[in-house]
Each structure stands twice: as structure tokens, then as C-alpha cells.
């Protein structure tokens, strides 16, 4: 007659949970499947950001010889822009956040743009040196073209001048600075930016579905792997 083969589980439930945790901590932390899956995230988040910013409204006109270039009065705009751009890419940081305790806890953090734009503001790009046939070149006025897009919104920057249009006129070919008791000059309807609602904002908000979609994807994809 077979020997019947009896099996008895000494552990509580509650350990036996502990213990069940504590393997899935392991094979997902542990075993460098998060690790793994954020460093894909970052690059394939990068590359979406870098491409959403091209096809956004500001860099079109910006990178163009546009109505947008001639307001600005922006030399090499494009050439700007672009490495406005990458100083982004380059401040991106994607960080691991692990749980305490037991379980599969945990989650990550993004940074890019820092809330006061400082890592873009100080760049030389984001300034454009104001023609003047009075001044050496170490003394003209700096234009602050980006702080005004960031963070102006509709203030008057410039008063007793507005722009003029006309072709072949002014440094970018496009347009002229005309003065005028009663004129003023702010950031065209359209383009104007605040601390929260700029074209940098903008591209950011329209991302977050894609965020999670790449986050979930490389998670899964790592796991698999494991």
C-alpha cells in the first residue's frame, strides 16, 4: 500500500504574505528589472520630448524665417532654439523612487524643466544683442527674447517702439523697430508665456499619457527579461 505524503505549513498566513512580498521584492527591485526599465524610459521619454518641442507652433516660427523671427527681432533662430532645446534634454533626470517594507513598492520621478527656467535663461542663446551704430557691441542692450515668451504673458516690454514689417529691413531681414509716443511693444497674441502656461508647459501636459504608456511598456518589457 502507497505511503501517503502529508505536508504541514508551520507558517501563519501572515508569513507565509511575508514571505510571497519579499520574492516579489526581490525579482523587481532586486533584480534590477525597475533599474532596467527607467533607463530605457529616459531615452525613449527624451526623444518624444525633443520631437513634440519640434512640431510645436513656437519652434516652427522660430526656426523659420517667420512673423514670429521678424517680432523678435532673433538672429540665427533656429540655431537658438535648438540649443535651448537640448539644455532641456540634457537637464532630463529620471530617478527610481524604492519603497519601504515589504512588497513591490515604489515609483519614479521626472525633473526637466526647472520651475524658475534658470538652466535655459542663463544660456547666451536665450539673449539677443540689440543693433546700434551709437554703441560698441560690449554695450548694446541685451534682448531677453525667451524670458519674454516664458514668462511675460502680455506685459508691455517695450515702450514708445513697435515693430514695423517690410522686407530686407532690420538684422533678420524682416522687420524694423519704429519709435512713437504712444507705441508699445509686447509678445504677439499667440506666443505669450507664464510661469505655467508657456510653450514649454504646453509640450510637457500633452505628454503625460505618452509618459505612462513608455513607463508601463518598459516595466513590462523588463520584466520579462528577468
Known amino acids: 500500500m502507497a505511503k501517503v505524503i502529508t505536508l504541514k505549513i508551520i507558517e501563519s498566513k501572515s508569513q507565509i504574505e511575508r514571505k510571497i512580498k519579499e520574492a516579489l521584492r526581490r525579482r523587481f527591485v532586486n ?64 530617478t527610481m523612487l524604492r519603497g519601504r517594507g515589504l512588497g513591490v513598492k515604489g515609483g519614479f520621478r521626472i525633473q526637466m524643466v526647472k520651475a524658475n527656467y534658470a538652466e535655459v535663461l542663463r544660456l547666451p542663446e536665450a539673449k539677443q544683442r540689440a543693433t546700434s551704430t551709437r554703441k560698441a557691441q560690449s554695450n548694446q542692450t541685451l534682448l531677453h ?30 522687420a524694423i523697430m519704429i519709435g512713437g509716443e504712444f507705441r508699445t511693444w509686447s509678445v504677439p497674441p499667440g506666443f505669450t508665456g507664464t510661469k505655467d502656461d508657456n510653450f514649454v508647459t504646453e509640450v510637457l501636459n500633452k505628454m503625460e499619457s505618452d509618459i505612462i504608456r513608455i513607463m508601463l511598456s518598459e516595466i513590462a518589457r523588463a520584466a520579462r527579461r528577468a
Request: glycine share 10%.
Open 145 to 174: 527674447w525667451l524670458d519674454w515668451l516664458l514668462l511675460k504673458g502680455d506685459t508691455q516690454i517695450i515702450k514708445k517702439f513697435d515693430v514695423k514689417f517690410g522686407p530686407g529691413t532690420g538684422r533678420t531681414g524682416l
Open 31 to 94: 533584480g534590477h528589472v525597475l533599474e532596467a526599465a527607467s533607463l530605457r524610459s529616459g531615452i525613449k521619454i527624451k526623444n518624444l520630448f525633443r520631437r513634440k518641442m519640434f512640431e510645436s507652433i513656437t519652434y516652427r516660427e522660430l526656426s523659420t524665417s517667420s512673423f514670429l523671427v521678424g517680432e523678435l527681432g532673433l538672429e540665427r533662430s533656429k540655431e537658438k532654439i535648438d540649443a535651448i532645446i537640448e539644455q532641456w534634454v540634457r537637464s532630463f533626470k529620471l
